[in-house]
């Protein structure tokens, strides 16, 4: 507890400092506490502290989780890969999908809501360079993917998610962030309602720093909240 207290701590140390150098309002930027193979008596003992908004990888241990703390109020965005037999599970159960990357996932997140009678908020997922992930969709399919999912009435776009490729030094992530930035005004520049189209979520443990400097609205932060992942 005391642990993830003092983290916690430090972290929005960070924050602020980042957002002093690049003159934003810290209050502008949402702390997403990454607990994918943390257990629920820990993400219990993080909400004590003052955290709300949990991101999870896996659908199936997502929902193990939240029904173990079903008494308290969360918001859980998911921010792993999404396969499509997973959506009728997953949209009942998350607030956010950050991970929107093919109009196929996104038909049947859109099925899926209509039939709960829900909107769901979306990121779409872009792939900026970097082997390690296949996952995204490539910037120049972009305006296309928006396109379509503008058109579909339970979903709601409200910006960009990007998983840039692992650099020990945070200065050489910042070009990647510079251009998911980019890429969202080209979005804003052709969509109907701008105002909507806010969100950047970027920046992990050890380049969050970079990401806020560079735009960030939402930051995705593991173990540098709950120590190491073990597996
Ligand atoms: C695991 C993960 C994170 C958190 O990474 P840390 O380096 O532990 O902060 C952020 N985003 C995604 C998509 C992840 O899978």
């Known amino acids: 507890m005391d642990a993830i207290r003092e983290n916690l701590q430090r972290i929005r140390d960070r924050i602020r400092n980042a957002c002093g150098r690049a003159d934003r309002d810290p209050g502008s930027v949402r702390l997403i506490a990454v607990s994918k193979t943390v257990a629920p008596e820990r993400i219990r003992q993080a909400a004590a502290v003052g955290l709300n908004v949990f991101g999870e990888?896996?659908?199936?241990?997502?929902?193990g989780k939240m029904d173990s703390l079903g008494d308290l109020n969360l918001e859980w965005h998911f921010i792993g890969h999404l396969q499509t037999n997973k959506v009728r599970q997953a949209?009942?159960?998350?607030?956010?999908?950050?991970?929107?990357?093919?109009?196929?996932?996104?038909?049947?997140?859109?099925?899926?809501?209509?039939?709960?009678?829900?909107?769901?908020?979306?990121?779409?997922?872009?792939?900026?360079?970097?082997?390690e992930?296949?996952?995204?969709?490539?910037?120049?399919?972009?305006?296309?993917?928006?396109?379509?999912?503008?058109?579909?009435?339970?979903?709601?776009?409200?910006?960009?998610?990007?998983?840039?490729?692992?650099?020990?030094?945070?200065?050489e992530v910042r070009p990647y962030f510079r251009q998911l930035r980019r890429l969202l005004e080209v979005l804003r520049d052709r969509a109907s309602e701008p105002e909507r189209l806010t969100e950047l979520s970027m920046g992990m443990s050890h380049d969050f720093e970079v990401a806020i400097e560079e735009g960030a609205t939402m930051v995705r932060v593991g173990t540098a909240l709950f120590g190491p992942r073990l597996s």
Not at 57 to 63: C, F, G, K, S, W
Not at 96 to 118: F, N, P, S, Y
């Open 57 to 63: 990888n896996y659908v199936q241990e997502a929902l």
């Open 133 to 171: 992930t296949k996952a995204g969709v490539d910037p120049e399919d972009l305006p296309d993917l928006f396109e379509e999912v503008s058109r579909m009435s339970c979903l709601e776009v409200r910006g960009l998610m990007t998983l840039p490729p692992y650099l020990e030094d945070p200065e």
């Open 91 to 131: 949209v009942p159960h998350f607030h956010w999908i950050q991970t929107v990357d093919r109009v196929k996932l996104a038909r049947e997140i859109d099925r899926r809501a209509e039939a709960l009678g829900k909107s769901m908020p979306v990121l779409l997922q872009v792939h900026l360079g970097g082997e």
